[in-house]
């Protein structure tokens, strides 16, 4: 935990950019980097019946830790996915869902 679900942004690209994106996060969030899950989801989009192009979403699964550092989050991985595509002007959706850590379990025990 956490855990990063990106869309819309090549398998590459998110390889590329996965370790230094940790790196910048990790101390923001101030939990272990072996907590980090990045995951790909390859996905279509439409719209009007149609195949459309769509902007990078990352999605963060996260136990909440306050606006502030939220918000240096969505701008630390917006700034990387940015840099990974090589367009400073890209638009990059960053949406986040907080957990509640009773509700959260590895190998069968809650936070």
Not at 26 to 51: N, W, Y
Not at 86 to 95: K, P, T
Request: proline residues 5%; glycine residues 2%.
């Amino acid at each position: 935990m956490p855990h990063l679900r990106f869309r819309a942004i090549a398998f590459d690209t998110v390889k590329h950019l996965s370790t230094s994106l940790v790196d910048d996060l990790q101390p923001l969030m101030k939990c272990p980097r072996e907590d980090f899950t990045l995951e790909h989801i390859p996905a279509s989009f439409i719209f009007d019946g149609e195949v459309s192009d769509a902007y990078p979403f990352v999605e963060v699964f996260w136990f909440d830790r306050g606006q502030e550092i939220q918000d240096l989050v969505a701008e630390t991985i917006t700034v990387a996915v940015r840099k990974a595509v090589a367009d400073i002007n890209q638009d990059v959706a960053v949406i986040f869902t907080a957990l509640t850590a009773s509700m959260y379990y590895d190998n069968g025990k809650h936070y």
